[in-house]
């Protein structure tokens, strides 16, 4: 029944209403390997019928589904979970070849995905609504008594981005499930082979047809469509700013979870223990080459302790394995397209025109660049401010902490911050007035654990991930009041 999903000529199909079904377009989208351009798939482009077909499964199906008891819907989650575990190394296998990422970060990614789905499972099992005395609001007698529950939503669309293909698809899907909901999925279009693995999990587990449904097609061609449905009743995206802010303007009237760029600082004050800072700073920007929400992409350093931090980092940077993520293990892979390759050698080309120093790296092989670190980064460079999202990594200078917060809030990003001293009051200073969504403390900037909220202010976000925060997030109070004599 599961090689439904796939695979005469590599082709995949979107899982409908319990099915697995061939689009009638004939319109297949072809998914290379970044690292080979070898052929991993087809995917289907869907038509604007089919995703209406989908999307109203969803609806359909989303009653029976809230009708469940929850510590049901708990045990098929914590089977989903199991499942995933199991074929951890199946799927993190798909991953290497679909975006390139390395195999340990790979299983990684799946095995963290499983704890996430169980601990969803957990947490809304053990979530409780209230009571609420009108008493204590002036001119209320003691009778008003509000009884306070979570309920359902309705139809969440989860639109995942290319580079966590299993964790922010499920991520999205599991707390919107525990809360009642069903989900129709828009995977990016490079990661969804990947994302369909994941839902056949699902699938296999045991959520009853038309809970979770796939909606495969290129978003520039269906997006728009897709989140303006009036049958969606609640958007979960992460991915970029730009889409974010598209999906923002069409939308009306319609609860938004967003969670996009980034260009988070890591702070290195005089006192900082640099060992520790460089050792942080190098895994959280190259690690996937960079292409995470939550690299460190820039490090304002004070002046004084500049130069030595600068050595530790560099022969950190030397050290990191570059190549090809099928073969071997490696820390800096080949980016996820040409466009994307192009991009980030723009900001390292404009920074050196200008007068930067490129200490490590600067150089590319197709979509390959190598680990790069840029010294003496001024403000009128576009390193300063853009997101590259690769590994390239620009340092600035500053006189002192004041500096480094001024810096640090006028980037249009407020997704997270790390700060490293050996002083906690300075670190407190500091944190208290940075404008993101987590500060770190002597550590690299980084979304998990995945109980904890994850949010972005400014251009980085809107709402709070984060389990329990997502489960709230994909339900609303409802309260039914008591009016006793
Ligand atoms: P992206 O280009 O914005 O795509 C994200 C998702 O949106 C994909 O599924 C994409 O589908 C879809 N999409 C594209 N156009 C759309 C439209 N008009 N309407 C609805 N959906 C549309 O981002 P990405 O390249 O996958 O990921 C990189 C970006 O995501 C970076 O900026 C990064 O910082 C951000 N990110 C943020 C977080 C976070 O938690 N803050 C996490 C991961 C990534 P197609 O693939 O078919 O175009
Ligand atoms: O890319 C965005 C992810 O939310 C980052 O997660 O900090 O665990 O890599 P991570």
Not at 135 to 152: A, L
Request: neutral net charge.
């Amino acid at each position: 029944m599961f090689n439904d999903l796939c695979c005469k000529d590599k082709i995949y199909r979107n899982y409908v209403g319990g099915e697995w079904v061939k689009s009638e377009t004939s319109k297949l989208i072809s998914i290379n390997s970044p690292v080979d351009g070898s052929l991993v798939g087809k995917v289907q482009a869907m038509s604007k019928e089919e995703v209406d077909y989908a999307i109203q499964n969803a609806k359909e199906a989303q009653k029976q589904w809230d009708k469940m008891p929850i510590n049901k819907r708990a045990t098929i989650l914590l089977k989903a979970a199991d499942l995933l575990d199991e074929k951890a190394e199946e799927i993190a296998n798909i991953m290497v070849l679909e975006i390139a990422k390395d195999k340990k970060s790979a299983i990684s990614e799946v095995n963290r995905t499983a704890d996430y789905i169980r601990f969803s499972a957990d947490t809304a099992k053990n979530m409780a609504g209230e009571t609420l005395p009108g008493e204590s609001f002036p001119g209320t007698g003691k009778g008003k008594i509000s009884i306070v529950n979570r309920v359902s939503l309705g139809v969440v669309l989860a639109i995942s981005p290319f580079n966590y293909p299993v964790n922010l698809s499920a991520s999205k899907i599991a707390p919107a499930l525990m809360a009642g909901n069903s989900v129709v999925l828009k995977p990016a279009t490079q990661g969804s082979i990947s994302a369909l693995h994941l839902v056949r999990v699902f699938q296999e587990a045991g959520v009853p047809a038309g809970v979770i449904n796939t909606i495969t097609g290129r978003g520039s061609e269906i997006g728009d469509y897709v989140v303006g449905h009036p049958l969606v009743d609640f958007i979960n995206f992460t991915g970029s700013t730009e889409i974010g802010l598209r999906i923002s303007g069409i939308t009306t009237m319609k609860p938004l979870l967003m969670e996009l760029g980034g260009k988070d600082a890591a702070i290195v004050l005089e006192d900082a223990d640099l060992d520790l800072a460089a050792h942080n700073i190098v895994a959280g920007a190259y690690s996937y080459s960079g292409q995470r929400c939550t690299a460190v992409k820039r490090i304002l350093v004070i002046d004084k302790v500049a130069d030595e931090l600068v050595k530790k980092v560099r022969e950190k940077v030397k050290l990191l394995k570059v190549g090809n993520p099928i073969n071997e293990q490696v820390d800096v892979v080949p980016l996820i397209d040409d466009k994307a390759a192009d991009y980030v050698e723009s900001l390292i080309l404009e920074s050196k025109e200008k007068g930067a120093t490129i200490l490590e790296g600067g150089n590319r092989e197709g979509n390959l660049i190598y680990p790069t670190l840029v010294d003496n980064v001024t403000l009128d460079m576009r390193l300063a401010w853009e997101e590259p999202f690769g590994p390239v990594l620009p340092i600035i200078r500053v006189n002192n902490v004041d500096e480094a917060i001024s810096i640090a809030n006028k980037s249009e990003y407020g997704l997270q911050s790390s700060v490293f001293t050996r002083d906690i009051n300075k670190a407190f200073y500091v944190a208290n007035k940075l404008e993101v969504g987590t500060v770190q403390i002597n550590n690299k900037t980084e979304r998990g654990p995945d109980h904890f909220p994850f949010s972005g202010v400014k251009a980085s976000g809107i709402g709070t991930q984060g389990i329990r925060y997502s489960i709230e997030a994909m339900s609303r109070p409802k309260a039914i009041v008591l009016n006793i004599e």
